[in-house]
């Protein structure tokens, strides 16, 4: 059982590229999610999907796009990258209809130079 | 919004002792569920325990436990007969059962196990 799977694990951007960030998950979780998280800080909320065709904004969504087509996969898409996108993200997953724990990848860290 | 807040930025503890690592919360959803994750130098998130608002006893699980004050909007993580391997971040976070669903953690608390 694989879980949640991010690709890549690491990846560095140059200044205006652009980027997906893939996450899959086989657990049949219909909650997802993608965090980001800065050097020596917590996890911050970018955006959130409660299940296929529903995205939602959390709380630092500015610069990227999400989409949920299927239910086990849940891109994040960067446009145009900047440098204060330099980060670690955190793709995760959780079980819909009860309040259980996330699940998460095991993160991809981007750099933007 | 939801909001967790945990006040250590960094503490210390003598390894075999025990070890509270605070976290308080805020919501007006009386249906909420707490978490605590771990995350090692590595980097990966460990899920350590779960406490649901409506849970009449606070959880446990092996040297985990979660003293949980409802009235006061507190969960704090206590961690008995510190490891070395205990070393790491550790994170507080929440998610609400009947209004936002995403899941928001805490800044965190470094914690250092010295032998």
């Known amino acids: 059982n694989a879980g949640v799977t991010q690709t890549p694990k690491f990846r560095i951007l140059k200044i205006g590229q652009s980027m997906t960030l893939q996450c899959t998950q086989d657990m049949n979780h219909n909650y997802m999610y993608w965090y980001r998280q800065d050097p020596g800080m917590g996890l911050k909320l970018i955006y959130y999907s409660v299940g296929a065709g529903i995205t939602d904004k959390g709380e630092v969504p500015n610069g990227y796009n999400v989409s949920r087509s299927t239910t086990e996969d849940f891109p994040l898409r960067l446009e145009l990258a900047a440098p204060s996108q330099t980060s670690v993200y955190f793709c995760?997953?959780?079980?819909?209809?009860?309040?259980?724990?996330?699940?998460f990848g095991q993160g991809t860290r981007l750099t933007v130079v | 919004a939801q909001k967790i807040t945990q006040t250590q930025p960094g503490m210390f503890v003598q390894e075999k002792e025990a070890v509270t690592l605070d976290c308080t919360y805020d919501?007006?959803?009386?249906?909420?569920?707490l978490f605590w994750y771990k995350q090692p130098s590595s980097g990966e998130m460990i899920f350590l325990i779960y406490q649901g608002s409506y849970d009449q006893q606070n959880a446990t699980e092996g040297r985990y436990s979660l003293n949980f004050q409802k009235a006061r909007k507190s969960a704090n993580l206590v961690i008995s007969a510190s490891q070395l391997g205990d070393s790491a971040m550790y994170f507080c976070?929440?998610?609400?059962?009947?209004?936002?669903?995403?899941?928001?953690f805490g800044a965190g608390t470094r914690l250092t196990v010295k032998p």
């Open positions: 995760a997953s959780s079980y819909q209809g009860e309040i259980t724990e996330a699940f």
């Open positions: 919501t007006s959803d009386p249906s909420y569920g």
């Open positions: 976070a929440m998610r609400e059962g009947n209004s936002d669903n995403d899941m928001r």
